[in-house]
């Protein structure tokens, strides 16, 4: 898709025409990659949360026993390693891509602006496939570390941490990234994209889509240590999912560190209070 802002469509079919039209227009279809790509990571979470939650049907059963099943099956060279990559994939995009929205429609208003121009621009397609496939590279280590922690009998048969020390662990080191300098030097790209764009501006598809994939790599920095708290809450929490979701899309849609502290301090409360109930719950009681 290029070049096609301002040309006349008069000689194509009503429906044609109007397709040509909403191509023409990088807003446009930065909202449906956004709205479509997200919508559809929701609806193959949603399939695997039914399935594993189905005792009795044969999708459920097999999707349950491959992801909580034991590890020592060479089942687990291929099948499992599927699986569990596709899940983690789905939740990419669905917590990842509505948080890029704004980084998104920064490069579509750049585009509509060159479009009116007469001057060629790539699909924000291109650029949201950059920035997935950064997400998609995260999903395969997250599948390994939770087959590993599996492996190690640190996760449970709901996929959820079996250690309460863990999990605070998990929590704490999330809410400490939150004041470091690597995250908030990521935040500030993800927050105002507009100069990097700027500066790295391309109108090929091969510079668009690395653009994507150095967005995608600030967004990671950014990202990677809340999206560990998957690990602590249960991998399909569809709540956590959610709630995680809106935490970074708000994150990234504010300007300063308030927000980002605020979230922080609240992981880092929730974590020593798991630590603490852990460590009561094993500590010897007395005997009088």
Not at 258 to 279: C, D, K, S
Request: charged share 5%; aromatic share 10%.
């Amino acid at each position: 898709m290029s070049e096609t802002a301002g040309h006349d469509f008069g000689h194509l079919t009503p429906a044609a025409a109007g397709l040509g039209h909403v191509f023409a227009r990088p807003k446009i279809l930065a909202a449906l990659c956004v709205i479509v790509l997200a919508s559809l990571g929701w609806f193959y979470v949603a399939l695997l949360v039914a399935g594993t939650g189905n005792a009795f049907g044969g999708f459920g059963a097999s999707v349950l026993q491959t992801l909580c099943g034991p590890l020592g099956d060479a089942s687990w060279s291929m099948g499992a390693v599927v699986i569990v990559t596709s899940m983690w994939g789905a939740m990419m995009l669905a917590m990842m891509l509505p948080s890029a929205a704004p980084m998104i429609m920064t490069y579509a208003g750049i585009a509509d602006t060159a479009a009116r121009k007469k001057e060629r621009i790539i699909s924000p397609f291109v650029l949201a496939a950059g920035y997935a496939a950064v997400w998609f590279g995260f999903s395969v280590i997250a599948a390994l570390t939770q087959i590993l922690l599996t492996q190690v009998a640190l996760l449970d048969a709901t996929m959820t941490s079996a250690s309460g020390l863990l999990s605070g662990a998990i929590f704490i080191g999330a809410g400490l990234y939150q004041f470091s300098a690597l995250k908030h030097a990521c935040l500030n790209h993800c927050q105002q994209p507009f100069p990097f764009f700027f500066t790295n501006w391309a109108t090929t598809a091969r510079g668009v889509f690395r653009l994507g994939l150095k967005q995608g790599v600030y967004c990671l920095g950014c990202c990677w240590a809340m999206m560990l708290v998957m690990f602590a809450v249960g991998v399909m929490n569809v709540i956590w999912m959610a709630g995680l979701a809106i935490l970074m899309t708000i994150e990234k849609m504010l300007i300063g560190r308030r927000f980002t502290h605020i979230v922080g301090v609240a992981l880092i409360v929730i974590g020593t209070g798991i630590v603490m109930a852990a460590l009561a719950t094993h500590w010897p009681a007395r005997t009088s």
